[in-house]
């Protein structure tokens, strides 16, 4: 049994939810998400509420209970107030700098790194602070993801790009014999 999905999902105002045809889709103030529906997951929007529940007992049909209503939950709230990640660029020489649609990132290679920013996501660059912000809480995190793939945190130092509040766990490096 899914403790998340047994949870009705509140409908703020200003905010419709349709489900028609296998497709789920969200308005709000922000914008628009849609997302397909797996056909073992029943989805029903009813006195101002959304309620997601298995179709039939299985494995998958359980899983997926869950999974569902997690992901209508960040796509009503997405679209009332957009989600945000800030990414710090860390090292001496490294940074980060905006150019049309595309991120530029100077991170100790020989040539910078240049990342196409998608339409539905707006991306901010102060001093060595990234802010990436929109209202689809997958496609911020997977970006967010893909700029810190670039140049990861290395232990010794601390280098790269980082997460805001992630902790990087520091090596001793090496010692000179006494």
């Given amino acids: 049994m899914s403790r998340i999905g047994k949870q009705p999902i509140e409908i703020p105002e200003k905010t419709e939810v349709i ?3 296998g497709v789920i889709s969200v308005k709000g103030p922000q914008g628009e998400l849609r997302r397909t529906v797996h056909p073992d ?3 029903t929007v009813e ?3 959304v309620t997601v529940s298995p179709l039939h007992e299985s494995i998958l049909a359980n899983a997926l209970w869950g999974t569902y209503a997690s992901l ?3 796509m009503v709230r997405g679209v009332n107030e957009p989600f945000v990640k800030k990414l710090i660029v860390e090292g001496i020489g490294f940074r980060a700098e905006l150019s049309g649609d595309a991120l530029i990132l100077s ?3 020989s040539h910078p790194v ?3 920013i998608p339409g539905d996501i707006t991306v901010s660059v102060e001093k060595n602070v990234i802010t990436i912000t929109g209202i689809s ?3 911020i995190g997977q970006f967010a993801a893909n700029v810190r793939a670039v140049k990861k945190p290395e232990p010794y130092k601390g280098k790269g790009i980082r997460y805001e509040g992630e902790i990087v766990r520091r090596k ?3 010692r000179g014999v006494a």
Wanted: glycine share 16%.
């Fill in 19 to 21: 489900v028609s045809g």
């Fill in 41 to 43: 997951v029943s989805v």
């Fill in 47 to 49: 006195n101002g509420a």
């Fill in 72 to 74: 209508i939950r960040s």
């Fill in 107 to 109: 991170v100790g290679f």
């Fill in 114 to 116: 240049k990342i196409p």
């Fill in 137 to 139: 809480k997958e496609r």
């Fill in 172 to 174: 001793q490096g090496k």
